[in-house]
């Protein structure tokens, strides 16, 4: 599947600002957590400035940067020390259009766990996401984080840091948040899953079936989840009635 064309400048200022009040209002960020980027060019992005809600941005404070660092344009506030991550999934794999860093609380509490995600629960989160890597801590806005992504990039889909929470990136925008959303809805199941005390994986067959979907959607990276060696859901699970 071909990659379509990047965004205009206008198109993604506006899709910045939109993908921030979604965050906000879906309880992702808290005060000035998080950022945001898209590629407008193969050497040139947008992305939000630092010390910001996401929830309340306007077009005129984003920031344009250059692949390499070299800030284009700023109004008040440059970008953030966390761009640096952002520019080093840019750099590791070319199909990266835009990045998403935010801090929702279950996918974000995984990562405090020093747990990544990438059981195969369910056929959405294994064609949307596969598996998620939970990758060693570094201080924030250091360079030690985009190191401690780069390996990742091009294979998988996102990423949990150590006790900081989720980045994930797409070939969209909106391809980048929407597996923002849906890693969290898997770290949601994952701990509802952990509470109800019992689960039924996918089979390896069921698995495979999910990346063939996959890749017929344009996607090749994610990883493969181990599915069980035969499966275990092809029985109803019915409530006994009365008497039986």
Known sequence: ??????????????????????????????ANDGNISVKVADDVLWA??????????????????????TVLYKKDRGPSSELKMHLRAYQENP???AVTHAHPPASTAFSIAGISLGKPIYPEATVNLGIIPCVHYETPGTQGVPDSIAPYCRDYNGILLSNHGPVTWGKTLLEAFYRLESLENFALITLYLKQI????????????????VRSQLGTDSGGVPKGLDEPVNLQDHLIPQKGE
Request: charged fraction near 30%; avoid cysteine.
């Open 1 to 30: 599947m071909a990659i379509a064309p990047y965004p205009t400048d206008k198109e993604a200022r506006e899709g910045i600002l939109d993908v921030g009040r979604r965050m906000y209002e879906r309880g992702f960020v808290a």
């Open 48 to 69: 939000t400035p630092t010390g910001v809600s996401k929830g309340f941005m306007t077009e005129d404070i984003l920031v344009q940067v250059k692949t390499d660092g």
């Open 95 to 97: 199909l990266i259009r």
């Open 197 to 212: 005390g019992q689960e039924m994986l996918l089979s390896q067959r069921q698995v495979d079936d999910m990346i063939a």
